[in-house]
C-alpha cells in the first residue's frame, strides 16, 4: 500500500478529478480502502470526521496527503482585512479561488483584476504607484464583481506616500475632485498629468460651461493654464459660450484660450470683439506688435470681408495711426544691435546660432503675411503632424519693403542704405557664412542635397 492516499474534503464542493476513487457512505469506504490501488476522495464533513477517526486508531493518518480547506476560509485569509462579499454563494467562491490559484502565487489579484477589466491597460495593476499612476487608475471603471478584488489591490498601498489617494472609497469623487468639478477640489498633489478620461468628458464641458455662463466669462480672468487640466476643453467651452456672449470676450480671456484653439475658431473669436483703438503713439515695441497682429490685422480682415465698399473703412483710419508710431520709433529701431533688432533681419542670428545645434531647413517665403503665415502653420501642424518648437513671434520689416532690399537685408544682416547693397539676395546669403541658398527653380537640386545632407542650412 502506497503512503498519502487519501484527500479529504469536508466541505464537499471540490470537483473529484479522474483517477480517484469518490468515497461518500461508510460503505464505499471499508469497500474500497486498502481494497484498490487508487487513491481515494472522501467527501463530506461527517464522513471525513469518520475517516480520520478510523485511520487513527489503525494508525494510518500519513496516508491522509491533503485536507481541503473551505474555500471561503482560504479566500478570506488572501483578502485579509477586506471583508467577502456576502453575496457570493460557496460554489461562487470555490470558483474564484480555483481561478487565483491558476495565477502565480505572488500577486495573485492583480492577475485577476489584468484578466477580467478589459477596458484598462493590464500592466497598471502591476506598477508602482505615483500621480501619473493613480491618475490612470482612477479613470478606471471596475465591474461590481470585481471590486472587492480592487479593494484588497488597494491594501498594497497602505504604506506609500500617496496611500490617502489610493485608499479612497469613492474613486470617482476623488478624479472629479482633482479634475475641479466637484467639491472640495483636490490640489495637494498638483494637476493631473493626464487628459480628462473619457468616462467624465461629458461633465467637466458641461461643469465649465455653466461656470464660465455663470461667471459671465470672469473665471478666465484668474484661470492659469498651466496649472489647469484639460484646458484644450475649457477653451472650447469658452468657444462655445463666447459664441452666443461675444459682450464677455477681452483681450485677457481671448489670450487665455487661443493657444488652445484651432485658428479659425481664433479667427472667429477675434472678429466677434468690437473694433480696436488706434496704436498709442507712445506704444512699446512689443505692444505695437501685439496690436497689428492680434487687433489690427484680424480686424481688417473681416471689414474687408463682412463690409460693404461703400461703407468707410475702420481700418484705414487705424492704419494711419500705425504709420505714425512706426515713423517716431522706426529710427531707433535701427540703431538698436541686429541680434536684439525688432525688425526682422535679427532672424538671421538666430538662424546661425540654431546651425551650431542642429542642421536647419529655412524657409523665406516672400509677401506672405501674418495671418496667412498662421494658417499656413495650422495647416502644417493638424494636416502634417509637424510641431511647434518654439511659439511663432512677429517682427517688424525692414523699410522699404521691396524685394530686393528688404530680403538683401535679411541675409547680410544690414540695411539697404548700407555701401554693400547689391540688387542680389543671393550674394548677400554668402555673409551668412554657413549653408546653401535654394531657389524656387532649384528644388530638384534641394532634394538631393537634402537626402546627402550636405549642408547645415538650407535656405
Not at 489610493?166 to 498633489?189: C, F, H, M, S
Not at 515695441?285 to 475702420?314: C, G, H, M, N
Not at 554657413?434 to 527653380?441: A, N, P
Request: aromatic content about 12%.
Amino acid at each position: 500500500m502506497n503512503d498519502k492516499r487519501i484527500i479529504l474534503d469536508p466541505t464537499g464542493l471540490y470537483d473529484i478529478p479522474s483517477g480517484y476513487i469518490p468515497v461518500t457512505t461508510e460503505v464505499e469506504w471499508i469497500q474500497f480502502f486498502g481494497v484498490s490501488a487508487a487513491p481515494c476522495w472522501v467527501k463530506g464533513e461527517r464522513l471525513c470526521e469518520w475517516a480520520k477517526t478510523w485511520l487513527r486508531a489503525w494508525n494510518k493518518t500519513e496516508e491522509i496527503a491533503e485536507i481541503k480547506q473551505h474555500p471561503r476560509d482560504k479566500l478570506a485569509q488572501l483578502f485579509d482585512s477586506v471583508p467577502l462579499s456576502k453575496d457570493w454563494t460557496d460554489e461562487e467562491v470555490l470558483i474564484l479561488v480555483t481561478k487565483l490559484d491558476s495565477y502565480p502565487p505572488d500577486n495573485p489579484i492583480a492577475h485577476f483584476l489584468a484578466d477580467n477589466i478589459t477596458e484598462s491597460n493590464g500592466q497598471i495593476w502591476f506598477a508602482e504607484p505615483s500621480i501619473s499612476h493613480l491618475a490612470a487608475w482612477l479613470a478606471i471603471l471596475v465591474p461590481q464583481e470585481c471590486k472587492s478584488f480592487e479593494r484588497v489591490w488597494q491594501q498594497q498601498f497602505k504604506e506609500h506616500e500617496l496611500a490617502t489617494y489610493y485608499q479612497t472609497e469613492d474613486k470617482l469623487l476623488l478624479l472629479r475632485r482633482w479634475l475641479g468639478i466637484a467639491e472640495p477640489v483636490l490640489n495637494d498633489i498638483g494637476k493631473s498629468p493626464l487628459p480628462v478620461p473619457d468616462l467624465l468628458t461629458e461633465e467637466f464641458d458641461l461643469y465649465w460651461e455653466q461656470l464660465i455662463s455663470r461667471t459671465e466669462g470672469k473665471v478666465l480672468d484668474t484661470l492659469k493654464p498651466t496649472n489647469q487640466v484639460g484646458m484644450e476643453r475649457i477653451a472650447n467651452c469658452a468657444y462655445k459660450v463666447f459664441g452666443n456672449r461675444p459682450n464677455w470676450i477681452n483681450r485677457t480671456r481671448e489670450a487665455k484660450v487661443t493657444p488652445y484653439l484651432s485658428y479659425q475658431q481664433k479667427q472667429e473669436l477675434s472678429l466677434k470683439q468690437p473694433p480696436p483703438q488706434p496704436l498709442a503713439l507712445d506704444a512699446t515695441p512689443q505692444q505695437a506688435l501685439a496690436w497689428a497682429t492680434k487687433d489690427y490685422l484680424p480686424f481688417r480682415r473681416w471689414e474687408v470681408i463682412k463690409q460693404s465698399a461703400a461703407v468707410p473703412k475702420i481700418s484705414e483710419s487705424l492704419a494711419d495711426s500705425f504709420v505714425e508710431w512706426m515713423l517716431q520709433h522706426y529710427p531707433q529701431m535701427q540703431v538698436d544691435s541686429v541680434e536684439n533688432s525688432y525688425l526682422n533681419y535679427s532672424v538671421a542670428s538666430r538662424v546661425q546660432n540654431l546651425c551650431q545645434e542642429s542642421p536647419v531647413f529655412w524657409v523665406v517665403v516672400d509677401g506672405l503675411g501674418w495671418l496667412d503665415h498662421l494658417e499656413l502653420l495650422s495647416l502644417l501642424t493638424n494636416n502634417y503632424k509637424l510641431a511647434v518648437e518654439t511659439a511663432i513671434a512677429p517682427y517688424f520689416s525692414i523699410l522699404p519693403t521691396k524685394t530686393e532690399y528688404a530680403k538683401w537685408s535679411l541675409y547680410a544682416q544690414l540695411l539697404p542704405n548700407d555701401s554693400a547693397w547689391v540688387a542680389d539676395a543671393g550674394k548677400a546669403f554668402v555673409k551668412m557664412g554657413v549653408g546653401k541658398r535654394y531657389t524656387d527653380g532649384q528644388v530638384n537640386k534641394l532634394y538631393s542635397a537634402l537626402r546627402k545632407k550636405t549642408h547645415q542650412l538650407y535656405c
